[in-house]
Each structure stands twice: as structure tokens, then as C-alpha cells.
């Protein structure tokens, strides 16, 4: 049973890890660099760090009361620190989305 909650912890872990290392790793310095050159006006902190929070705060509740579950997430962790590169295309077209003012000033 240990080994089914540590393959599921795997799996969510995946996500989880994607959206931290993603938000802080690819989104953050794509936003920061938009908001220095002018292309954005305004910084959306609590969509970016929400996402970012949420997840740690998931990770931490798993390492308290689910052991088996955290040592997954531990093995996803490793996995998705290898795919920081792949979350950064992943993270324009997410900015592209949340942020209309970029996609405007693109087809000028």
C-alpha cells in the first residue's frame, strides 16, 4: 500500500514541483524582465506566488502527515529540476495568456 501512495506522490508530486519551480524559476524572471522594459504595466503577485504557495503548502502538509506520499513528491522534485528549461516555454505561453497587453504589443 506504501508503494501506491509513494507512486501517487510521484504523479501529484510532478505537478506540484512543476508549479514551483515554474513559478519561481521560468514565470518570475519572464515578468520581471517584462515589467523592467515597460511591456507590462502591473505584476499579478498574487496569481504567481498564489500557485507557488499553495503547492509548498501541500508539499509541507504531505511531509507532516503523509510520509510515503512526500517521499514521491521527493523523486518528482528531482525529476522536475532536470525540465526547469521545458517550463520556461511553457511559462511564455502563460504570460501570454494572463498578460493581453503582451499579445497586443506582439502583433504590432
Given at each position: 500500500?506504501?508503494?501506491?501512495?509513494?507512486?501517487?506522490?510521484?504523479?501529484?508530486?510532478?505537478?506540484?514541483?512543476?508549479?514551483?519551480?515554474?513559478?519561481?524559476?521560468?514565470?518570475l524572471?519572464?515578468?520581471?524582465?517584462?515589467?523592467?522594459?515597460?511591456?507590462?504595466?502591473?505584476?499579478?503577485?498574487?496569481?504567481?506566488?498564489?500557485?507557488?504557495?499553495?503547492?509548498?503548502?501541500?508539499?509541507?502538509?504531505?511531509?507532516?502527515?503523509?510520509?510515503?506520499?512526500?517521499?514521491?513528491?521527493?523523486?518528482?522534485?528531482?525529476?522536475?529540476?532536470?525540465?526547469i528549461?521545458k517550463?520556461?516555454?511553457?511559462?511564455?505561453?502563460?504570460?501570454?495568456?494572463?498578460?493581453?497587453?503582451?499579445?497586443?504589443?506582439?502583433?504590432?
Amino acid at each position: 500500500m506504501e508503494i501506491l501512495i509513494g507512486l501517487a506522490g510521484l504523479i501529484v508530486g510532478l505537478f506540484l514541483w512543476s508549479n514551483i519551480y515554474g513559478g519561481l524559476f521560468a514565470t518570475l524572471p519572464i515578468v520581471m524582465k517584462l515589467k523592467k522594459s515597460g511591456d507590462i504595466k502591473q505584476i499579478k503577485w498574487g496569481q504567481l506566488l498564489g500557485s507557488v504557495v499553495l503547492a509548498s503548502l501541500i508539499l509541507l502538509a504531505a511531509a507532516i502527515w503523509v510520509k510515503p506520499f512526500f517521499a514521491g513528491a521527493v523523486v518528482a522534485g528531482a525529476i522536475m529540476l532536470f525540465n526547469i528549461g521545458k517550463l520556461r516555454g511553457e511559462a511564455r505561453e502563460n504570460i501570454k495568456r494572463d498578460y493581453p497587453e503582451i499579445s497586443s504589443h506582439d502583433k504590432k
